[in-house]
């Protein structure tokens, strides 16, 4: 089995920073990429970040500029630092992980529960 805690979501101001953490625990190999989709109300889920374990990372335009993902791959969490936060970031963020269980076996993507993130004044 596999889990993937999130923490850190909740409520802020416009402009202002929140930073959640994602971290992956249980049956793990090794982890390809991690990261973040997000779901507002009445719209379909989208990719907000995504990084590999060299580093690579991918960022949707609308967040660029003002998200940062890391991960700490000997920790297996991915983090996403969320500054100049917009009301349109309003969502529930879930973060990702291609989890691989064995050396020899494919990866499946794992989920974690969501945390909510409210931007607002």
């Known amino acids: 089995q596999v889990q993937l805690v999130e923490s850190g979501g909740g409520l802020v101001q416009p402009g202002g920073s929140l930073r959640l953490s994602c971290a992956a625990s249980?049956?793990?190999?090794?982890?390809?990429?991690m990261g973040w989709y997000r779901q507002a109300p009445g719209k379909q889920r989208e990719l907000v970040a995504r990084?590999?374990?060299?580093?690579?990372?991918l960022y949707a335009e609308s967040v660029k500029g003002r998200f940062t993902i890391s991960r700490d791959n000997a920790k297996n969490t991915t983090y996403l630092q969320m500054n100049s936060l917009k009301p349109e970031d309003t969502a529930v963020f879930y973060c990702?992980?291609?989890?691989?269980?064995?050396?020899?076996?494919?990866?499946?993507?794992?989920w974690g529960q969501g945390t909510q993130v409210t931007v607002s004044s």
């Open positions: 990084i590999t374990p060299g580093g690579q990372i």
């Open positions: 249980g049956s793990i190999f090794s982890i390809n990429a």
């Open positions: 990702y992980a291609e989890i691989v269980r064995t050396y020899s076996s494919g990866w499946d993507v794992n």
